[in-house]
């Protein structure tokens, strides 16, 4: 069974600049988070998806960044224009159901200058 | 709101050394706790967790957390580490009721094991 996967590993843009972030989840998973680390600091919960639904957005920082779902299988988030407070490590993780464990992906590495 | 907390930021053991990594959460409610570990060049993987019963939990490789609801900790021990054990662990907490892959993270804790 394939992990959760996350695009592009590493991503390098200038302030004021658009990118977009990509996660696949594991099959069947219709539970999905994003994350971010951002530089010493701990790791963060943004938001929760269900199927294509957007369960719980508490985390999100401001309304810079836009998370999708269509279809209920991978999602994106898009961050537009980015800051340089942006740079960080985004992690996705993905769950079968509400009370089964979260698989994580490798993260992606925003680096924004 | 919750939080979590893992005293050491760094942790530099030999090998065959015991270990035992600090964690404290601040929820007065039930809550689901868990470790994560990421090694160099991996994702966070899932080495034990915490739902109810035995408060002593067994993960993989050889690691165990005890849960003191009166202390609000959920240490990580293991009687003897090896080099391939260096990473970064985390300490979760996730509060009862919500779903469990919803998650708030302590700092973290870099483990460093010399051969």
């Known amino acids: 069974e394939a992990g959760v996967t996350q695009f592009p590993s590493h991503s390098v843009i200038e302030k004021g600049q658009t990118v977009t972030l990509r996660c696949d989840p594991i099959s069947g998973h219709d539970n999905l988070y994003w994350y971010r680390r951002v530089m010493g600091k701990e790791i963060k919960f943004l938001l929760h998806f269900v199927k294509e639904s957007k369960q719980d957005e508490s985390g999100m920082p401001n309304n810079r960044f836009l998370a999708e779902r269509t279809g209920g299988t991978y999602s994106t988030l898009k961050v537009q224009p980015a800051e340089l407070e942006d740079s960080g490590v985004y992690f996705c993780a993905s769950s079968r159901n509400l009370n089964t464990e979260a698989f994580f992906g490798q993260g992606t590495r925003l680096t924004v200058v | 709101a919750q939080s979590v907390s893992q005293h050491n930021h760094h942790v530099i053991l030999s090998e065959a050394a015991s270990l035992e990594l600090g964690c404290n959460y601040s929820?007065?409610?039930?809550?689901?706790l868990f470790w994560y570990v990421q090694y160099p060049g991996q994702h966070l993987q899932l080495l034990l967790k915490y739902f109810s019963g035995d408060p002593l939990v067994k993960g993989i490789k050889g690691f165990e957390a005890e849960f003191i609801k009166s202390k609000f900790s959920f240490n990580l021990r293991k009687p003897s580490v090896q080099w391939s054990d260096t990473a970064e662990y985390f300490c979760a907490v996730n509060a009862g009721g919500t779903s469990y892959g919803k998650l708030t993270f302590g700092q973290g804790t870099i483990l460093t094991v010399h051969p």
């Open positions: 929820y007065g409610g039930t809550v689901n």
